[in-house]
């Protein structure tokens, strides 16, 4: 009878130290998130400065195939921080899920908009403003309702997940869209439509995302079993990784030489997490281990940040100050000349539009009373 109960208390502990230790990997995870969405919002501006400047000195542009800013440092401080950006998120998806992690990238949007409101003399008005409240806001609760479980915590769950077949055909009908958008409708399109150059780079997450996953699996798993470095995985993943940072990095690139950065990081931020969430849904399936009311919390603050993130780009060009907001409204009704009021004004315009019809009315031949009348029925 005591060992029933010795071995009751040890499982009891156990659970106990598992959810802490959980815990301590959420919270882990989510303060890496946000230094990566710090570090990644600067990064857009140093690099968007740099390609300015190298506009503004005659160099190729790199939405026409130029790579000047490969010699311009401004840019490769950019890169850095992007790169030190990513390494903390890629470090994230080893404590927290990609559930988690990814939507946070909203907060570097709320950064980059901000700061290019600063630096790059772009306007952030009332209603950016509010798109930024709104993406903080969507943020908390994305943080409140997040999976604290990990359905994938081995290369062999992973190699696994891989290999369904519901993932594959998703996998092969991205890689075909993307192929299509870089060979057939970027030439075509991609100086004219923002989508093009932006699509590719969000397509491509669902690659990166995974790999980044898989990566960080195994080098979580290399501290006590250094045998995944002989698993080929491994280096599959490592290399798919690579191509898709690189060819995002490119088109990212392009798209920011030739559209305004508070459209392009925004629509990117909205396209790439969407491919990333439907990514979870398929491969990871982390929703599996969240409560029905926590799952709709979680939709419910990505619509919110989307929101938000529309706002900071849909009505950029709109002049909306609070204090001209405020003069407006508090404006008294204009008078007349005689203190005629704008309503009687728009009454007098009436009267005066149904004197003129009516003179017009009067001023036509009389119908004619004797003979059939006709009624046409269309």
């Known amino acids: 009878m005591r060992d029933v109960h ?98 946070l990238g909203a907060l570097s949007v709320l950064i980059s908009a901000v700061l290019s409101s600063y630096l790059l003399g772009e306007v952030l008005n009332l209603l950016g403003k509010l798109g930024c409240f709104l993406c903080v806001l969507g943020s908390i609760l994305l943080v409140i309702h997040a999976p604290e479980e990990q359905e994938v915590t081995s290369l062999q769950d992973m190699t696994n997940k891989l290999l369904e077949p519901g993932f594959l055909v998703y996998a092969a009908a991205v890689l075909v869209l993307c192929i299509l958008l870089v060979l057939y409708v970027c030439p075509r399109f991609g100086r004219s439509n923002i989508l093009v150059y932006i699509s590719i780079c969000s397509l491509l997450g669902a690659f990166t995302v995974s790999s980044v996953k898989g990566l960080a699996i195994a080098i979580n798993t290399a501290f006590h079993d250094t045998s995944v470095f002989a698993n080929p995985l491994t280096w599959i993943l490592l290399l798919v990784l690579v191509v898709s940072i690189v060819t995002q ?28 969430l439907s990514t979870c849904i398929i491969l990871f399936q982390e929703w599996r281990s969240m409560a029905a009311v926590d799952v709709v919390t979680t939709l419910g603050a990505f619509l919110v940040i989307v929101v938000g993130v529309a706002m900071l780009h849909l009505f950029k060009e709109l002049q909306v100050t609070l204090k001209e907001l405020t003069r407006q409204l508090s404006q008294p009704v204009e008078e007349g000349p005689a203190g005629v009021s704008a309503r009687g004004r728009r009454k007098e315009k009436e009267d005066k539009y149904g004197l003129m019809d009516n003179v017009v009315i009067e001023s036509l031949p009389p119908m004619r009373e004797e003979g059939p009348r006709v009624f046409i029925i269309s």
């Open 6 to 103: 010795l071995n009751n208390g040890t499982c009891g502990n156990d659970v106990q130290v598992n959810t802490t230790y959980n815990m301590y990997n959420m919270w882990l995870g989510l303060t890496l998130a946000l230094l990566s969405a710090f570090l990644i919002g600067g990064s857009v501006i140093l690099k968007k400065k740099a390609l300015l400047r190298l506009a503004r000195n005659g160099h190729t542009r790199a939405g026409d195939g130029g790579h000047g800013y490969l010699k311009d440092w401004l840019w490769w401080g950019g890169l850095l921080t992007m790169g030190a950006g990513e390494a903390c998120n890629f470090v994230a998806y080893m404590f927290a899920p990609a559930t988690l992690v990814t939507p």
């Open 249 to 276: 990095v490119n088109y990212l690139n392009k798209s920011l030489d030739t559209f305004n950065t508070l459209m392009v990081y925004p629509i990117y931020y909205v396209l790439f997490t969407s491919v990333v």
